[in-house]
C-alpha cells in the first residue's frame, strides 16, 4: 500500500443537519443513532393532501405513505440572510435550509462565516430533488426571476458562495442516490490537491410533491410495511426520507493547527459505473461493485481487511443488499478473522436518496469520533444469501474494537442509474498537546448579532450552555470563531455561573455586573485615544493580577522596572508589594501604565492618539514614541526624586470647584489650581495649612473635597527651585518625532514629539494641568473612544463631564476602581471597547478547539403564503399616501438588507443604500405582488442609480392612483 501524506487528508471538522426527527444537530443526530429506533412516520396529511388527490387513481395510497419527514421544511429565518420574503417564498426548501445549515456547520467547525470571504472555499452540492420545480412551473402559474433562481439546482451551491463571497469551485451534482457522496468524493479531491483550503459540501433532499413516492411505490420499491430492513429477510424495500446535511473539510494539517475538532479523516475515495449492468437500467452491477472497493482501498493506501465497519448503502432491496454484502465480503472480508460489521442508518432515518451517502458519512464520522458501532434498526438476521459470508449487523450498540491501529471504516453509496461511490474514513489524529499561556482568572465572551432581538434570542440560547462548559473554551470560541456583528456585548466573569447568569440578563434586558453593553456599533468610527491617569491613581492591590495572569504585561512591566532601576540604583516597586511614599506611587504608577499600554498593542489596539495627566504625560510619550523607554525612565526617576524632596511642605486638594469659583476661593492665599480636571472640578495644591483651612471652609459650605494620598504641593511654587534641576538632569534626553498624535496638557494642543525634550518637563512640572483643554483637542469631532490607562480611575467622571459641555462626542472607557481585581478591570475595558466597534487585532483568550455555541434563528411565517408587511395595505387605498408609502418600502429595504428600519435614508439612492440589480428587480416584484392593479409596474426606472427609494414611492403612489382612476 502506498504511504500518503496524512497532512495533506481531508478532514471532517464540522456537521450540521436536518433530519427527520427533529434532529438539528451533530449531537442529536448520534444520540438517535445509539437509540436505534426509526424516526420515519406516515407523512402528514397536510402536506400532499390537494396533490395527492391529482394523483392517477391506482396511484393513490390506501393509508398515508411512510417516510423520514422534516417538519419545519417551511420556516427560515430571511432576514438573517437579507433575502426577502417575497423571494424567500419562490426559493425550493432545500435552498433555504442549506443556508442555514451551512452557517451551523460552519460554527460547529469553529469557523466565522465572515472568514471565507473572499477564499478559495469551494461548495459542492449534492442533490437529486427535483420537486419544487414541479410545483413551481405549473400552467398558467405566472413565473419570475425568483422562480427560476428559486428551482434551479446549481444554485444550491452557488447561493452559498454567493451569501459567503467565496471564490472556489461551487456546483451541484446529481448522480441520483450517490450525489452527495460523489460531491464529497469531489471536494476531497480539490482538498488535497490544494486547489481549495475549505470545502463545503452538502447533501440534500426534499419531498414537497408526491409524484416519485406514488412511482417508486408503484414500482414496488417502497416497504410496503413502512419499515426499512436493511440486508434482513424482511426487508422490502426502503423508506424515502428528507434531509440536509453539511460537512466542513479542510486539510488535517491544516485542522491540527487550528486547533479544531476533527470527526474523521477521509482516508481515500473512489467513483464508478456499474456501465452496462444485465439486470437493467436501475439494477446493480456486482462486478462494479467489487471494483469500486478495490479501486477505494487501493487508493486510501490501506488494507481491505483492516476496515473496522462499513456503513452500507444498504437500502433493504433484495438485489441491492445481495450485491453490495457480497461484493464486501469479497474485497474486505477474504482476509478476516472476525465477521465484518455492516450496517445502514436508512433504517433509522430512510433513504434520503441523494443526501443520503453524505448523511451515512456523518453518520461513520460520529461513530468513529466517539468510538462507538451504531445498531442497525428493524435487523434480525442476514438474508439467505448472505448468511454465509463473513459479514454481521450490530443490532445494538458496540465499543469499536480496539486493533491497535486508527479506528477504520467504510462507506459505500450507490446511485439510481449505476453511479457508484465508496469513502474511507479513519479516526482522527490525538490532538498535539500544546503549550497554554497562564490563564487568566477572568474570560472575556463576546456576543453579538446583527439586531438587538438578536442579540437576546442569542444570549438566550447560550446561557444554558455556557452553565455547562468550560469558560475558557467559551472565551476562545466567541472570540476566534464567531463573527462580530453590528449589535454587541460582552460577558466579563471569572465562572461559569457568572457568565451564564450575565447572558440570561442580557437575553431579558437586565443589566448585570459581569454584562457590558449591549450597543450597537456606530456607523462612523472616531480616533482611538489612550488617557494616563496622573498620581492619586495608584492603589495597594495595583498590577497584580494582569502581571500573574497576561505574559505579555509581565515582560513590558519588567523590562520597564529594569530601565527605572538603572537610573535609581536600587529596586523598584513591584505588583504586590507595600506602596510606600510619593516616590514609590510615581514609579508603580508609571510602570503599570507602560505595561497596560504594551498589553493593549498586543490586543491590536493602537492610538490615533494619546494624552495624559502630569506624571501620566511620561507614560503617553513613551507611548507616541517620543520618549523610549530608557528616557522615560529617566524622567520618571529624577522627576518624582525632585517632586518627592516637597513631601511634607504641602499637598493636592480636589475640590469640586469650577475653575472661577476655585480662583476667587483661592485669592490671597498662597495656593494655586494645580490642575483643571472638570467643568466643575479642580485640583488646588499648595501648603499644608492654607490648604487644610480651605478645605475646612469648602466643607462648611457643602463643597466635596478629598486631599490626594502621597501627595506633594506639585504645579505650585513650591517647586520653582527643582525646574532648573529638573532641566539640568534631563538635558541628554532625546526626544523623537513619533506617532500617534501627542497632546500636552501642558498647552493644551498637538506636541511633536521631538519637543518634548528637557525643556518641556521642566515647564510641565511647574505649569498647571490643562487637562479638560487638552481633551477637548484630542477628542474634536464624533465618535472619539478614550479608554483611561492607570490603576484605578480618576479621570473618566471628569471627561465626562468636559465633553458634556462641548460639541465633541466620545466614549468613555474607564480604568477599574481599587476593589476590583485589576485583569478583570482590564477585560471589562477591553469588553467596553468591542461594543464600540474595535474589534481587537488579537483576542486575550488563545485558540482552543471549538465549543458548540448555539445558532439561533429569528424565523418568521412559513413562506407557502407572503405578504408585504404594510405595502399591500397601503396601496389598497385608492390615493395612498405618499409617505406611507415611502415607511412601507423603508421597511421592505430593511429587510432585504437585513438592517433595521430606521437605518435606511429614503433620500439615498438605491445602489447608495446596497440595493444590488438582482434585489431591484425583487423589489419590483414585490410592489407588484402587493397590487394586483401594479402588475405592469416597471423595473427601468428602479435600475437608475440616482433613483431614491423616495423616488421610488412616488412613482408607486402615482402608478397605483392612475390604475385606481382608470379602473
Not at 114 to 138: E, I, M
Not at 330 to 346: C, E, F, N, Q
Not at 363 to 383: D, F, K, M, Q, S
Not at 442 to 459: D, Y
Request: net charge negative; hydrophobic share 45%.
Amino acid at each position: 500500500m502506498s504511504v500518503r501524506d496524512t497532512g495533506r487528508l481531508a478532514a471532517i471538522t464540522g456537521i450540521g443537519c436536518r433530519l427527520p426527527g427533529s434532529i438539528n444537530d451533530p449531537v442529536a443526530l448520534w444520540d438517535a443513532l445509539l437509540a436505534g429506533e426509526a424516526v420515519t412516520r406516515p407523512i402528514p396529511e397536510r402536506r400532499w393532501s390537494e396533490m395527492v388527490q391529482r394523483l392517477h387513481p391506482g396511484q393513490r395510497p390506501d393509508r398515508p405513505w411512510t417516510a423520514g419527514v422534516i417538519d419545519d421544511l417551511d420556516d427560515f429565518d430571511a432576514a438573517y440572510f437579507a433575502i426577502a420574503e417575497l423571494e424567500a417564498a419562490q426559493m425550493d426548501p432545500q435552498q433555504r435550509m442549506i443556508l442555514e445549515v451551512v452557517t451551523e456547520a460552519l460554527a460547529d467547525a469553529g469557523i466565522a462565516a465572515g472568514s471565507l470571504a473572499g477564499t478559495r472555499t469551494g461548495v459542492w452540492a449534492g442533490s437529486a430533488s427535483v420537486d419544487h420545480t414541479g410545483t413551481v412551473f405549473l400552467p398558467g402559474r405566472h413565473i419570475e426571476m425568483g422562480s427560476v433562481s428559486g428551482t434551479s439546482p446549481s444554485i444550491l451551491s452557488n447561493r452559498v458562495s454567493y451569501l459567503l463571497g467565496l471564490r472556489g469551485p461551487s456546483m451541484t451534482v446529481d448522480t441520483a442516490c450517490s450525489a452527495s457522496a460523489t460531491a464529497l468524493h469531489l471536494a476531497r479531491q480539490s482538498l488535497e490537491s490544494g486547489e481549495v483550503d475549505t470545502a463545503i459540501v452538502i447533501g440534500t433532499n426534499t419531498m414537497t410533491a408526491p409524484g416519485i413516492t406514488a412511482a417508486f411505490a408503484s414500482a414496488g420499491v417502497l416497504a410496503p410495511d413502512g419499515v426499512c430492513r436493511p440486508f434482513d429477510p424482511e426487508g422490502q424495500g426502503y423508506v424515502r426520507s428528507e434531509a440536509v446535511v453539511v460537512t466542513v473539510l479542510r486539510r488535517t494539517g491544516d485542522a491540527q493547527d487550528a486547533h479544531d475538532r476533527i470527526y474523521a479523516v477521509l482516508r481515500g475515495s473512489a467513483t464508478n459505473s456499474d456501465g452496462h449492468s444485465p439486470a437493467g437500467l436501475y439494477a446493480p452491477n456486482p462486478p462494479a461493485h467489487v471494483d469500486l472497493l478495490r479501486d477505494a482501498y487501493a487508493a486510501a493506501g490501506v488494507a481491505p481487511e483492516h476496515v473496522d465497519y462499513v456503513q452500507c448503502h444498504g437500502t433493504g432491496t433484495k438485489a441491492g443488499d445481495s450485491s453490495e454484502g457480497r461484493a464486501l465480503a469479497r474485497v474486505l472480508g477474504a482476509d478476516r478473522d472476525t465477521p465484518l460489521p455492516i450496517g445502514s442508518v436508512k433504517s433509522v432515518l430512510g433513504h434520503s436518496e441523494g443526501a443520503s451517502g453524505l448523511v451515512g458519512a456523518v453518520c461513520t464520522a460520529l461513530a468513529l469520533h466517539y468510538g462507538r458501532i451504531p445498531p442497525t434498526a428493524a435487523h434480525t438476521e442476514l438474508r439467505p444469501t448472505l448468511s454465509r459470508l463473513p459479514l454481521r449487523v450490530p443490532v445494538k450498540t458496540e465499543t469499536w474494537p480496539d486493533t491497535g491501529r486508527p479506528r477504520l471504516a467504510g462507506v459505500s453509496s450507490f446511485g439510481f442509474g449505476g453511479s457508484n461511490v465508496h469513502v474511507v474514513l479513519e479516526q482522527a489524529p490525538v490532538p498535539a498537546a500544546r503549550d497554554e499561556a497562564v490563564p487568566g482568572r477572568t474570560r472575556l465572551v463576546p456576543v453579538s448579532a446583527p439586531t438587538a432581538e438578536r442579540l437576546r434570542l442569542r444570549a438566550e440560547a447560550w446561557s444554558p450552555v455556557v452553565a455547562a462548559t468550560d469558560l475558557a473554551g467559551t472565551a476562545a470560541t466567541a472570540q476566534h470563531r464567531r463573527d462580530h456583528q453590528a449589535v454587541r456585548a460582552a460577558v466579563v466573569a471569572d465562572g461559569t455561573a457568572d457568565a451564564s447568569a450575565a447572558l440570561a440578563a442580557l437575553a431579558t434586558g437586565r443589566s448585570h455586573p459581569a454584562l457590558v453593553g449591549p450597543a450597537r456599533v456606530p456607523t462612523h468610527k472616531g480616533p482611538l485615544v489612550w488617557l494616563f491617569c496622573g498620581h492619586g491613581s495608584q492603589h495597594a492591590r495595583m498590577a497584580v493580577s494582569a502581571y500573574a495572569t497576561e505574559p505579555v504585561f509581565r515582560a513590558a512591566f519588567d523590562d520597564a522596572s529594569q530601565a527605572l532601576r538603572a537610573h535609581l540604583g536600587r529596586a523598584v516597586w513591584s505588583p504586590g508589594t507595600k506602596i510606600d511614599g510619593f516616590e514609590t506611587a510615581q514609579h508603580a504608577i508609571w510602570l503599570t501604565q507602560t505595561a497596560q499600554a504594551a498589553l493593549w498593542r498586543s490586543w491590536g489596539y493602537t492610538p490615533d492618539a494619546v494624552l495624559g495627566h502630569s506624571l501620566g504625560e511620561v507614560a503617553a510619550a513613551h507611548a507616541a514614541g517620543a520618549l523610549g523607554l530608557d528616557d522615560a525612565a529617566r524622567v520618571v526617576a529624577v522627576r518624582s526624586a525632585l517632586l518627592a524632596r516637597t513631601s511634607g511642605q504641602g499637598g493636592l486638594l480636589v475640590t469640586e470647584l469650577p475653575p472661577a469659583q476655585a480662583e476667587a476661593a483661592i485669592a490671597g492665599r498662597s495656593l494655586v489650581v494645580a490642575a483643571y480636571n472638570a467643568p466643575d472640578t479642580t485640583v488646588i495644591s499648595g501648603p499644608v495649612d492654607p490648604l487644610r483651612k480651605l478645605a475646612e471652609e469648602l466643607e462648611r459650605d457643602g463643597v466635596y473635597v478629598r486631599r490626594v494620598a502621597e501627595d506633594v504641593p506639585a504645579h505650585s511654587p513650591a517647586v520653582d527651585d527643582l525646574v532648573p534641576q529638573l532641566a539640568d538632569a534631563l538635558a541628554d534626553v532625546v526626544p523623537r518625532e513619533g506617532e500617534p498624535t501627542f497632546y500636552s496638557s501642558v498647552t493644551a494642543e498637538a506636541v511633536a514629539g521631538d519637543r518634548l525634550g528637557a525643556d518641556y518637563w521642566a515647564r510641565q512640572l511647574r505649569a498647571p494641568v490643562r487637562f479638560t483643554d487638552a481633551l477637548a483637542a484630542a477628542v474634536e469631532g464624533e465618535g472619539a473612544v478614550v479608554v483611561e490607562l492607570g490603576g484605578r480611575s480618576t479621570l473618566a467622571r471628569g471627561a465626562s463631564a468636559t465633553l458634556a459641555t462641548g460639541t465633541s462626542t466620545a466614549t468613555i472607557v474607564a480604568a477599574g476602581d481599587t476593589e476590583r481585581d485589576d485583569h478583570a478591570a482590564l477585560m471589562t475595558q477591553f469588553g467596553m471597547l468591542y461594543t464600540t466597534g474595535h474589534t481587537p487585532v488579537q483576542w486575550p483568550q488563545p485558540f482552543a478547539a471549538p465549543v458548540r455555541l448555539p445558532v439561533t434563528w429569528d424565523r418568521g411565517r412559513h413562506h407557502d403564503s407572503v405578504s408585504i408587511p404594510g405595502l399591500d395595505d397601503v396601496l389598497a387605498e385608492d390615493n395612498p399616501d405618499q409617505e406611507a408609502v415611502i415607511t412601507a418600502l423603508t421597511r421592505l429595504v430593511a429587510q432585504v438588507l437585513g438592517a433595521e428600519p430606521d437605518q435606511i435614508d429614503p433620500e439615498r439612492s438605491l445602489i447608495e443604500l446596497g440595493l444590488t440589480s438582482v434585489a431591484v428587480i425583487g423589489l419590483r416584484d414585490a410592489i407588484r405582488a402587493a397590487h394586483p392593479g401594479l402588475a405592469g409596474f416597471g423595473v427601468g426606472a428602479l435600475l437608475d442609480p440616482g433613483t431614491s427609494l423616495a423616488s421610488v414611492a412616488k412613482l408607486v403612489s402615482e402608478y397605483s392612483s392612475t390604475v385606481a382612476v382608470s379602473g
